[in-house]
């Protein structure tokens, strides 16, 4: 049963509002941006049929379907706080005829999961944002068989990820914009190896992996189609809406011009790197 707390307020007033629709309206462009980082994920899980898998911060549920065709006729339940983003799921999973796949608007921090009732906790790149890690992982270990995995993705830090640095860089149109904080939730949350190692074993895990992947992130074919789904980002509409006019204006053609140096043959594209975390229940 879904407990009636959620601890990660502003995240969920971000994710189940306007961040969450945008989400929705791009959700074919991210799944095909982030398909590289799907497959490794993937294959670090090792998903096998019969397991049961807690999918947390699955969004419009692209990683839960994948893990549900792994698993059948295992369960998979996927769980996040966008409550469109889970309406967009559950249309998908109705389309494939997933039936042992299901989803919940939870907050996987407090949410009450019974326990040592899953195989494996999955999250691509949805596990950044808890106000609390350490809890939130405590939490999600007891959801664990004993001897049960974890597999997570998890970007790196500022300095292996240009489109984090260079895309801020230029929408910050010359104001000293500080960078996503480390350890605190958000992009960063889970990219210094030695705190989630730290964390991940006081929440009771062990044989505690980070291996590194790196490969680009297309943001569409051409300069026009990257520029649109960049300019609609929370992130964009947030740092362009302190600017006046004039600002605005020469700030988004910057961010045109460096959309524009970063086309290549395959589209226009950034480098990026995440790291795949892998540990057992103790």
């Known amino acids: 049963m879904a407990s009636p707390t959620i601890a990660n307020t502003d995240q969920a007033s971000a994710w189940d509002g306007d961040d969450g629709d945008y989400w929705v309206v791009n959700e074919a462009r991210y799944e095909a941006m982030l398909r590289d980082y799907s497959t490794h994920l993937l294959e670090a899980a090792a998903i096998r049929p019969g397991e049961n898998v807690l999918d947390v911060g699955c969004g419009c549920g692209g990683s839960s379907r994948a893990a549900a065709r792994s698993a059948r006729p295992g369960q998979v339940l996927g769980v996040d706080l966008s409550g469109k983003m889970l309406t967009r799921a559950r249309e998908r999973a109705r389309d494939e005829q997933?039936?042992?796949?299901?989803?919940?608007?939870?907050?996987?921090?407090v949410n009450v999961f019974p326990a040592e009732s899953v195989d494996l906790v999955l999250s691509?790149?949805?596990a950044m944002f808890f106000n609390d890690p350490a809890a939130a992982f405590r939490n999600l270990q007891r959801s664990l068989r004993p001897g049960g995995r974890l597999a997570l993705l998890t970007w790196q830090g500022l300095e292996r990820n240009e489109w984090i640095r260079e895309i801020r860089h230029v929408l910050a149109g010359g104001r000293p914009v500080p960078a996503p904080p480390l350890c605190a939730p958000g992009p960063l949350g889970l990219s210094d190896p030695e705190a989630v190692r730290k964390v991940l074993s006081q929440a009771g895990f062990a044989q505690i992996e980070l291996i590194a992947v790196s490969g680009p992130l297309r943001y569409g074919t051409t300069i026009e189609e990257a520029f649109e789904f960049v300019r609609g980002t929370p992130l964009a509409s947030d740092l362009l809406a302190d600017l006046d006019a004039t600002n605005r204006k020469r700030t988004v053609d910057a961010l045109r011009d460096l959309l524009a140096?970063?086309?290549?043959?395959?589209?226009?594209?950034?480098?990026?790197?995440?790291?795949?975390?892998?540990?057992r229940a103790g």
Do not use: K, N, P
């Not at 997933?98 to 921090?109: I, K």
């Not at 290549?264 to 790197?273: A, E, H, I, N």
């Open 124 to 126: 691509r790149f949805g």
């Open 261 to 279: 140096r970063h086309r290549t043959d395959d589209g226009v594209s950034f480098q990026s790197s995440a790291w795949i975390v892998t540990a």
């Open 98 to 109: 997933l039936t042992h796949l299901r989803f919940e608007q939870a907050d996987a921090q």
